[in-house]
Every structure is written in structure tokens, then in C-alpha cells.
């Protein structure tokens, strides 16, 4: 179960203030609708990091295991690196299509979460962890943890949320498993 509690955490704690969570915000407060965006997200969530716990797992039969240790030492230094910078949702991110919150929320979601990183935090996890399934599960569950709330409870809950102690939060955990693979290697 280490794979889906550190997926969990480390997604949860890396979606905060990202811009995945901005575009839960604007949806939330152009459909007002909360439950078919919170379907549109979980389903959206599910395939982009299936496919991306996919490409992750698929890497580490192609590179020696030292050489995956160390891919993923730096990787998990960079994500770290890149929890620090603040996301912001660019206007052209914010339009969604006029097809219906779960739709427009499936499609926006998908596109948006490409080269994100929680799905590079993802690739990067399921390359370390195994099972792949709870990998997915857990980079699933952490999204949910974060965006829900956001969908929920809109615009008061977003502005309360300490984005910046939220990244530093991120930085450290994502580096801190980075410094973890770098001493104890991989999981066998």
C-alpha cells in the first residue's frame, strides 16, 4: 500500500495552487453545478494518469536500474524544483467548450493536465512504485482531495488556501523522496 499512500500524499500536497485546481475554480463558478465537474475530474484524472503511470511503468523495463534510480532522483528533484514556481491559469486555459459542465470539464481537464506536474510527478511514481494500478489510484485520490473541495466550495475556500506554504510543502516532500531513492534506491 506504500504506493497509494505516497501517491496520494504527494499529488494531494502538489495540486495545491496548481493550475488544475484554478480551472476546478473557474468551472466551479461557470456552471455551478458541482457534481458533474467533480465526475468530469475524476474521470479526466483517471485516463491522463493511467496513461502516464503507463509510460512510467513501461520505462523501467527499458533502462537498467541504476540508471532509473537515478532518472528518478532527478526527477523528483526537478518536480520539487518546479512545486516553488506559482501556476496561474492562462485565459485560453480558462474557456470551456459550451457542451456541459461534465464534458467541458473531461476535455479541459485532460488537455490542461498534459506536461503538468502531477502528471510528470506521476510517470515519475509509477517508474519507483508498483503496483501501477494503486500508483494511478492514489495520483487519483490525491487530485480529488485537492480539487473537491475547490469545486465544492468555490471562490472563499480558494482564497483562504495557503498557496505558498503549500508549494514550499510540495518542494519538500517531492525532494525529500528524491533524497530518499538517492540513499536507499528503489522499492524492490
Not at 19 to 28: D, Y
Not at 94 to 108: E, R, S
Not at 122 to 146: D, F, H, K, N, R
Amino acid at each position: 500500500m506504500d504506493a497509494l499512500f505516497v501517491s496520494t500524499l504527494a499529488v494531494a500536497v502538489a495540486e495545491i495552487g496548481d493550475k488544475t485546481q484554478l480551472l476546478a475554480l473557474v468551472l466551479a463558478a461557470r456552471y455551478r453545478k458541482p457534481w458533474p465537474i467533480i465526475a468530469g475530474i475524476l474521470v479526466a484524472t483517471l485516463l491522463n494518469h493511467a496513461l502516464a503511470g503507463w509510460l512510467g511503468a513501461l520505462v523501467t523495463g527499458w533502462v537498467s536500474p541504476e540508471v532509473l534510480r537515478w532518472g528518478v532522483v532527478v526527477s523528483f528533484l526537478a518536480v520539487a524544483a518546479w512545486a516553488l514556481v506559482p501556476d496561474k491559469l492562462e485565459e485560453d486555459e480558462a474557456k470551456t467548450p459550451k457542451y456541459g459542465a461534465f464534458l467541458a470539464t473531461l476535455v479541459a481537464f485532460f488537455l490542461v493536465e498534459i506536461g503538468d506536474k502531477t502528471q510528470v510527478a506521476t510517470i515519475v511514481l509509477a517508474a519507483q512504485y508498483s503496483p501501477l494500478w494503486q500508483v494511478v489510484a492514489g495520483t487519483t485520490l490525491g487530485m480529488a482531495i485537492a480539487n473537491v473541495p475547490v469545486v465544492l466550495l468555490g471562490a472563499r475556500f480558494a482564497a483562504r488556501l495557503p498557496l505558498k506554504a503549500a508549494r514550499y510543502a510540495a518542494a519538500a516532500l517531492f525532494a525529500g523522496l528524491g533524497l530518499w531513492v538517492a540513499f536507499q534506491g528503489l522499492p524492490a
